[in-house]
């Protein structure tokens, strides 16, 4: 009878020990939180957070820093830096995905790209430099709900009306190819801020979505 009386004095202190450490775990992941960048607008970046040159530093922690500031800044041409002081091979493509969209901002040789709400990005280097960027925007609808997002993006990307429209026509003819529930149309390659610009426009209407990778390339890789 004693030894019963004892296991449940043991057994009913195990919740309240449980909800304890469930209360102290809060307290600390708030102390914690307190002092974290995620809330503190004014604290600088770190060197694994933000390159030297001030663009994004592409690991785990700079792509968490990109997207808590909610801007993602690469730079390609001459005054790029290395692939490996930014955190990427010498050789390679990798994608990233931000927990929420960003803007992104590229910069080349003479000039800025920009871009809001991109879902993913994709850099791409060669010979240890960044040899391209891609950045991926979604819609839901059909490809006229992407036109509008091309028409503000146009002036920054050295696209013309011209451009936009020849767009339209081939994603048009696209939409009678085929089965007409998946195509896809270019826009570019243009020559602007001395880089490479283009965009993909890609339909899928089983899935009601429209997608766009717009395209940084460095005009001299290859070169």
Request: hydrophobic share 45%.
């Amino acid at each position: 009878m004693t030894q019963r009386r004892s296991r449940r004095r043991l057994l009913s202190w195990i919740p309240i020990s449980i909800v304890a450490l469930i209360c102290v775990g809060f307290v600390v992941a708030a102390l914690l939180m307190q002092n974290s960048w995620w809330i503190d607008d004014d604290r600088p970046a770190s060197a694994d957070q933000q390159a030297s040159d001030g663009m994004s530093m592409l690991t785990d922690p700079g792509v968490d820093y990109l997207t808590r500031k909610g801007i993602l800044r690469v730079r390609v041409g001459e005054d790029a830096l290395p692939a490996a002081e930014l955190g990427l091979e010498a050789d390679g493509s990798r994608t990233f995905e931000p927990l929420t969209p960003v803007q992104a901002v590229v910069i080349a040789d003479d000039g800025a790209f920009y871009v809001d709400l991109v879902r993913s990005f994709t850099v791409t280097t060669a010979g240890g430099r960044v040899e391209s960027v891609a950045l991926v925007r979604e819609t839901n609808g059909d490809w006229l709900s992407m036109l509008p997002v091309l028409q503000d993006a146009a002036e920054s990307w050295g696209w013309t009306d011209e451009d936009l429209a020849r767009l339209e026509e081939d994603l048009t003819s696209a939409a009678h190819e085929g089965d007409g529930k998946q195509y896809s149309a270019q826009l570019g390659p243009v020559e602007h801020n001395g880089a490479l610009s283009s965009a993909t426009v890609d339909v899928d209407l089983d899935s009601s979505e429209v997608t766009v990778s717009f395209v940084v390339a460095d005009a001299g890789a290859g070169s």
